[in-house]
């Protein structure tokens, strides 16, 4: 869309809602705020007392479709030599419950009907499931390695759990370690799993390409860069091509070539010109199996941060080469005569057997937050990270976007003299209820047009459906009051995501 018809679409948009506006601006500007009738303001009250839900998980899954259809699972078919799929109808407790969870007790319990042949042990048991972004991580028992065939049951478990829509990625673990092509953890870890064909030795030539080849390998894996600030890391999948069972060496150089999306929210890690020298397999303090990294000079001599981006790239390795024979890793680096020192590169010293567990919530989830376009008066996108764990995911949300934007030429839309925390947030279903204080109105100029693009900063924010909240709507409020209009702006009904006041990159 060109520029012209974005403006243009930005007049009608005017027009619109000035022709829902229902009366004429007063003198002052108290006057602009009209009242609804007591019966409206309960049910704003009872808004404001229901809790910031947390959006995560079965809130991207169509329940309406399931509720339905059911949910497919898929079972092994020995007579045609495929896997078929199963109905089964879900109940009200499965929604309540966690849908994947119930998914895959339905595929242990084996299938219903005649002909189909179960594809997992019955005594597996199921340790756990999270979800995260576009990922749904699996725990299972040992018994699953039991399975009469484990790439078939492989290929029925990941089709099934990615028949739910909500994921385009299983990792499967058991007993807490990544899953394995077999039981001995120094085979190869088979990375995240995408969906499988339905014919047996289809599954089995895919298998046999991507993991037991033991010359070359292609598995899609989890590399972890840091957001803008260096607080977080964010996941970035990526198909990693690892030669003659070199899996760690594979994924430090393509750490070392950087994000390949970096213009969206990813940002590199290791210091420019860095090079992995070699490394080696070590024996830890107690009987654990580590990594010792070997580093360039470059390592130390261009990096350009401070304790945070030094944090960064220690848990940025620690993270991404989480294999499962891998318990923790080691970091030297060439001090420039050819001997490799642990000293620290800021202040944190080296010389430790690093694991996960130093870094605590270091991982984060990727969101984006509309600012305004200082030369479009349109809206620009920037993305941020908020911890993966957030429970009051939507108000951490609008936190970020009170604050300052870090893109050249865009504005706030927030004004500087109202807090993050004077903003109140309750999702109810699909829709976000915010309440703004009286004060954002004041202390600026009115501006119909400027107001309408930062009313739509915040809906565009909570509606986007990269943020993953399953928010359809937002509804606004005052001091906890649902108002006619402001400035000739209906704010009675509710909005939509409207893409058409965003800037195209």
Do not use: W
Request: aromatic letters at 8%; hydrophobic letters at 35%.
């Amino acid at each position: 869309m060109s520029h012209a018809i974005r403006l243009l679409s930005i007049v009608l948009l005017i027009a619109l809602l000035t022709a829902c506006a229902s009366g004429q601006l007063a003198e002052q500007e108290n006057d602009n705020i009209k009242r609804l009738n007591q019966s409206e303001k309960e049910q704003s009250t009872e808004a404001e007392d229901s809790s910031d839900e947390d959006i995560s998980g079965q809130s991207n899954i169509d329940m309406l479709t399931i509720r339905q259809t059911g949910i497919t699972v898929y079972f092994l078919d020995e007579a045609a030599g495929q896997l078929s799929a199963e109905q089964r109808k879900a109940s009200d407790s499965d929604f309540q419950d966690d849908l994947a969870e119930n998914v895959l007790k339905e595929l242990i319990e084996g299938p219903e009907t005649n002909g189909l042949s179960p594809v997992m042990p019955e005594d597996v048991r199921v340790n756990g499931v999270e979800s995260a972004d576009n990922i749904l991580y699996v725990d299972l028992s040992a018994e699953f390695y039991g399975s009469k065939d484990p790439g078939v049951a492989r290929a029925a478990l990941v089709n099934s759990l990615l028949e739910l829509g909500a994921y385009k990625y299983v990792k499967l673990y058991v007993d807490g370690s990544e899953i394995t092509d077999t039981s001995d953890a120094r085979a190869g870890a088979l990375g995240l799993l995408s969906r499988y064909p339905l014919v047996v030795s289809e599954i089995k030539a895919l298998e046999a390409q991507n993991y037991y080849n033991s010359e070359l390998r292609r598995i899609d894996r989890e590399l972890f860069f840091q957001d803008y600030s260096g607080k977080f890391l964010l996941p970035e999948v990526r198909t990693i091509t690892v030669r003659k069972g070199g899996d760690a060496e594979a994924i430090v150089n393509e750490l070392i070539k950087g994000p390949m999306a970096e213009g969206e929210g990813y940002h590199p890690i290791l210091p420019k010109g860095t090079i992995l020298e070699k490394y080696e397999l070590v024996q830890g303090n107690n009987d654990t199996n580590g990594i010792a990294l070997y580093f360039s000079k470059e390592f130390r001599s261009q990096f350009s941060g401070g304790a945070e981006q030094e944090y960064s790239i220690i848990s940025s390795l620690v993270y991404s080469l989480s294999l499962p024979d891998i318990h923790f890793i080691r970091i030297y680096y060439n001090n420039g005569t050819g001997e490799y020192i642990n000293e620290p590169v800021y202040k944190t010293p080296l010389n430790m057997e690093f694991t996960t567990g130093d870094f605590p919530a270091r991982v984060g989830r990727k969101i984006r937050v509309y600012f305004g376009d200082g030369n479009s008066g349109l809206l620009a996108p920037e993305y941020r990270a908020v911890d993966r764990n957030e429970l009051r995911t939507a108000s951490r949300i609008l936190s970020e976007l009170a604050s300052d934007p870090i893109g050249e030429n865009h504005v706030r839309v927030i004004p500087p003299h109202v807090e993050p925390e004077d903003f109140q947030v309750k999702v109810l279903g699909k829709t976000a209820v915010v309440d703004v204080p009286a004060d954002y109105f004041t202390g600026a100029e009115p501006d119909n047009r400027r107001f309408i693009r930062d009313i739509y900063a915040v809906v565009n924010t909570l509606t986007d459906p990269v943020n993953d909240m399953d928010i359809q709507e937002v509804q606004f409020t005052v001091d906890g009051d649902v108002l006619d209009s402001y400035m000739d702006i209906s704010l009675r009904d509710t909005f939509v995501f409207n893409p058409a006041l965003i800037k195209e990159e």
